[in-house]
Structure formats: C-alpha cells, structure tokens
C-alpha cells in the first residue's frame, strides 16, 4: 500500500517536472530523482521504480533539479549541494542555499547572515539606555550559474534591504527577468540586457523605467513597438456624435510604478492595465439608456487580456454590497451586460484579486452565519 502511495507521489512529481522541460535544450538528459526516507530516518534518492540511485544517505534531502542538482543537509541543519553523481558542488555550511532551474541552466542562490562592524558615526545611540550598538546585520548574497560558474550578483547588504531572489520570469525560453534586470541566455551564458524592468507583461513584452513617456518593448524588436505613452485618468467616448468622458478612472491610493491608463501621445489611442495589448475603441455604436447611466459613474477600467473584451467597474457604496457592480465593452464599442469568457481574473498591482470579487465567489447563500469573507 505504501509502496503503491509513493510511486503514485513519484509520478505526478514526474509529471511536473516533465512539463517544465519544454525550453531545455534536447541533448540535456533530465533527471527525475526524490528523496525517501529510510527506517533510520535518513534520506536516499530513488528513481520512479524506487531504485536507490546514490549511496550516500543524508539528514534532509529537496528533489533532484531536472538539470542534476540537489540541496541536501545533515544532521546540524547545515546545507550543502550536490550534483547526480554524488559530487559535492558546495560543502556543509551555515549559508542559505536556493535551486533556480533556467532552460537548460541552474542558478545558485547563497545567502549567509553575518554580523558587520559600523563606523561610529553610524552607531546606533540608544537615547533611553542600553548601551550602544556597533553592528549590524549583513546579508551576503550571491548567484551564479552552476554549469559556467558565471558570477550573476555578488552584494554585502544590510538585512532589511535585502530584496534579491533566484526567482526568474521567462519572456521566452531564452529571454528572463530576474531581480528587476533583463538577460538573454545563450550557450550556458547570461548577458544582461537591461539592469531596469519596471512590468512584465504577457507575450515577451516589457515596459522599461521611465519618468513621463512610457514605453513597451517585446523581445523579438529592438526599438519598442508603442512610444510616447503618457499616463492618463480621464476617457473621452464618442456616443451619437457627442462627447462622454469618463472621469477619474482608476485612481489609487499609492502612484503605481506605471500609470493604468496609458495614451499613445500620437495617435491617442489608450491602452489598459493589467497587459496594455489592445487600444480602448474611441466610441460607443450600442448601448442602452441603463448602460450608459452606468458609464458615466465608471472609475474603473482593465482589459481582460486574450479576449476583445474590457471590464468597467462602478463602486457600489451600498453598506450591504461595498464592491464593485460590473459592465463590460468590447473592441468594436459594444456596451455589454456579460462576456462569455472562462477562467479569467484580474489582480490589481498590489495584488489584490478585482474580479471576480469576493461577493461574486461567497454570496450570501454559500456563507454560513456570522462568516466573514476579507481580501
């Protein structure tokens, strides 16, 4: 029986890991090993038909990266790598390690806590006693690529600003985003191409730093396929040859890195958080008397990506409701009362989920006596 669980658990391990193997290179052979406890409470590698694959037994073990590496500890909690042939790449230590597979390389992450001494003139006076203190902690931090070595980040930080992370976003299967900074990966070699991204959008496009005039680029163009963008809070649409404008349009309480509302300066087309892919149509061909009475309290506006679609969202101030009621318009200038489209939502730029809201996912039916629902 025990067996039988575990084979089922290596084999949706497998699973998962073979779905990732799409952007590595063929001639990599990927390796699919889990640790398994032993009766002495130590851990070997298996494959999927619970052959041992190493000899060495260890006091905590994480599963085999696809491109053959694996973090392992002992029995002081220390940690230390090694690769599929047993080989220690990083010795037991009291550093942090982190795993990255990226295509067909890995990124280690070491992270080490350590006390720095502080010239005096930042020594931290305790005005209401206690002594004053000389130190501070440090973080060092560094990544690098495993099969090359190459150093990606090497950095001595003060602890609470230590924001660095091994977690890597991919445009594409060579192009990714790690620590805010764009690389190319290219024969086992990361070159930066741009130390800023400010958003990631879908479909290797980005949007790079900038103070008034955006711009978004995709990987596959060296100049950027919009320009001369500005930020915007206000929709003007034509209905009948008369002009509506919408007003105060997705205002929030922190200025976000780049504006939601996006208007090409040229053109004056305007494209929408969260994927900026499709221009907002410049006026409305259908509508009814309801719709358009709910247009003019609109304060929110997002474009459902992968669709023709935008939501617009008007904020109910009923103490019952306190969420958002829903209209939708589509590219031709269709004001419509619902969409036909499936497992879609959309997050703010904090995070927080928009829509569906959390009144639409718990009504009041589904939600037992005195239950809460937050963010």
């Known amino acids: 029986m025990i067996k039988s669980i575990?084979?089922?658990?290596?084999?949706?391990?497998?699973?998962?890991?073979?779905?990732?193997?799409?952007?590595?290179?063929?001639?990599?052979?990927?390796?699919?090993?889990?640790?398994?406890?032993?009766?002495?409470?130590?851990?070997?590698?298996?494959?999927?038909s619970l052959r041992k694959q190493l000899t060495q037994k260890f006091y905590g073990a994480e599963p085999f990266t696809h491109t053959g590496y694996a973090i392992v500890s002992n029995e002081k909690n220390q940690q230390a790598l090694i690769n599929s042939k047993g080989e220690f790449i990083e010795n037991y230590s009291d550093t942090d390690l982190g795993l990255q597979p990226l295509g067909q390389v890995t990124l280690l992450m070491k992270r080490l806590e350590h006390e720095k001494k502080l010239p005096f003139w930042n020594w931290n006076w305790n005005i209401m006693g206690g002594g004053v203190k000389k130190t501070a902690t440090y973080v060092k931090v560094e990544i690098r690529v495993l099969e090359t070595d190459q150093i990606l980040l090497d950095k001595d930080v003060p602890y609470d600003e230590n924001e660095y992370s091994s977690a890597?976003?991919?445009?594409?299967?060579k192009h990714f985003v790690l620590n805010g900074a764009l690389y190319e990966l290219k024969n086992q070699h990361l070159k930066k191409l741009s130390p800023k991204i400010d958003m990631i959008l879908e479909n290797g496009r980005y949007i790079p730093p900038a103070e008034n005039r955006f711009e978004i680029y995709d990987i596959q163009h060296?100049?950027?396929?919009?320009?001369?963008?500005?930020?915007?809070?206000?929709?003007?649409?034509?209905?009948?040859?008369?002009?509506?404008?919408?007003?105060?349009?997705?205002?929030?309480?922190?200025?976000?890195?780049?504006?939601?509302?996006?208007?090409?300066?040229n053109t004056g087309a305007i494209y929408v958080f969260p994927q900026y892919e499709k221009a907002l149509p410049k006026q409305i061909k259908q509508a009814t008397a309801a719709q358009l009475a709910f247009l003019k309290d609109v304060s929110l506006v997002y474009s459902v990506n992968n669709s023709p679609y935008f939501i617009l969202g008007r904020f109910?101030?009923?103490?019952?409701?306190?969420?958002?009621?829903?209209?939708?318009?589509?590219?031709?200038g269709n004001l419509l009362d619902d969409i036909n489209v499936k497992d879609f939502f959309i997050l703010d730029q904090v995070g927080y989920l928009v829509w569906p809201d959390k009144h639409m996912l718990f009504t009041k039916n589904t939600l037992e006596k005195d239950w809460k629902t937050g963010k």
Request: proline share 5%; aromatic share 12%; net charge negative.
């Open 222 to 265: 060296k100049r950027p396929i919009f320009s001369n963008l500005v930020g915007v809070d206000k929709i003007d649409l034509l209905w009948n040859g008369q002009l509506l404008q919408l007003d105060s349009i997705n205002q929030d309480r922190y200025k976000p890195t780049v504006p939601k509302l996006l208007k090409d300066y």
């Open 316 to 332: 109910n101030y009923d103490h019952e409701v306190w969420a958002y009621d829903w209209l939708y318009l589509d590219n031709d």
């Open 6 to 48: 575990l084979v089922g658990l290596i084999t949706i391990l497998c699973m998962t890991a073979c779905a990732q193997e799409s952007t590595i290179n063929s001639s990599l052979k990927s390796i699919h090993w889990i640790p398994m406890q032993t009766p002495d409470k130590q851990f070997v590698y298996v494959d999927s």
């Open 168 to 173: 890597a976003y991919d445009l594409d299967d």
